[in-house]
């Protein structure tokens, strides 16, 4: 019998619930890299059917999460301050800690000019959310166009 995105993330979210204090949560990003797509697909299009493959892939992956493996190691990312950063078993997860520091330091007042160093953190989530807030807005759009 097949499932639904709704169903499934349910029934992740069941099994999850004895080891992770965000078993929804971590459910939800699971699915969603089997899937390949963004968190807004699973509340468009919850009556949708996982394929055979999709579901065993999904399966594959909770018994990961329920085996302690962080969500971030298992899909090989983390957002950051709107960053999607790559991050393996050999990269420090960014934390809410870490937005926390980014927080203090941009409360610091810190010159748009001035130099960061952000050595031996993992990702470099702290040096690219900070250089990240400090590019001028027309500037950004300009990049992103």
Known sequence: MNQTLEQAVAAGANLLAQSSESA????????????DKPRSYLFAWPERLLSTEQKHSFDTLCARRLNGEPVAHITGQREFWSLTLEVNATTLIPRPDTETLVEAA??????????VLDL???TGAIALALSLIHISE???????S
């Open 106 to 115: 941009l409360g610091l007042g810190i010159s748009k000019n001035a130099k």
């Open 120 to 122: 031996g953190t993992g």
């Open 24 to 35: 929804k949560l971590d459910a939800q990003v699971l699915l969603l890299h089997v899937l």
């Open 138 to 144: 027309p500037t950004r759009q300009a990049e992103i």
